[in-house]
């Protein structure tokens, strides 16, 4: 059975173009031209991934996102932006999205990453999406991992910062995990990427430092230890010095 995917874009051009590529690449497709209509359908029949355009009339394609994620939805999220800032990237994650494209886009590129977040999605099919505020009584049965003073339930999703709880997004907490299984070890930014994304991007990309420069303001406290580290020219290592 195809998967299908909710697509809202207020440009009729692209939208149509964009919706005979989704199709013809084998997703059944519902495409809408706001983020009324991307509520509506969402709400009607929930897609296995959504496509959002950022600047959309009326509801936006982050208001979308907000309103999904506070109701408890965890349908993978594909923004579409025209705008390329750091800071408009991280107000898209900060409101729930898994990924962005930026404008004008290589369809290719659409559908590689729509490959990765549906195929991470499948991975961590069944797994818990509440997480609890309190840190859960010790664990003896070992499933927990621990590094550079985190912890982690990767069967819950959940993580802590000494007594903390950490509130992440599904590729945060992908991403954080990895780093802890190699706590000490310096990933290179094609490994990261391959891990995490199953995809790529070229040393142009600025999707893995948006990532970690997210992941790292909900992992700093004040007056302890940066615990992921930039080796420039090289990826990231997670360690407490």
Request: proline share 6%; with cysteine; charged share 25%.
């Amino acid at each position: 059975m195809s998967q299908t995917v909710l697509l809202a874009e207020d440009d009729r051009a692209i939208r149509h173009a964009l919706e005979r590529a989704l199709t013809l690449e084998g997703y059944q497709v519902t495409a809408v031209a706001d983020g009324v209509e991307a509520l509506a359908q969402a709400h009607r029949t929930p897609p296995d991934v959504l496509v959002l355009d950022v600047m959309m009339p009326g509801i936006d394609g982050l208001q979308v996102c907000r309103v999904l994620r506070a109701e408890g939805d965890r349908t993978p999220i594909l923004m579409l932006t025209a705008l390329v800032e750091t800071q408009d990237r991280i107000a898209g994650l900060d409101a729930g999205a898994d990924d962005y494209v930026v404008k004008p886009f290589d369809v290719e590129e659409v559908f590689a990453r729509l490959r990765a977040l549906l195929r991470r999605t499948s991975e961590t099919n069944g797994a818990p999406v509440d997480v609890p505020k309190q840190p859960p009584a010790p664990e003896p049965s070992g499933r927990l991992i621990e590094a550079a003073g985190l912890r982690m339930d990767p069967q819950a999703r959940r993580a802590w910062r000494g007594g903390r709880e950490l509130e992440l997004t599904r590729t945060e907490f992908e991403l954080l995990e990895l780093l802890v299984r190699n706590a000490g070890i310096v990933l290179d930014h094609s490994t990261i990427y391959d891990r995490i994304w199953g995809y790529d991007f070229g040393p142009g990309s600025k999707n893995l430092a948006v990532y970690v420069g997210y992941l790292r303001r909900k992992l700093d406290e004040p007056g302890a230890p940066q615990l992921i580290h930039t080796v420039r020219g090289v990826g990231y290592v997670l360690r407490e010095d």
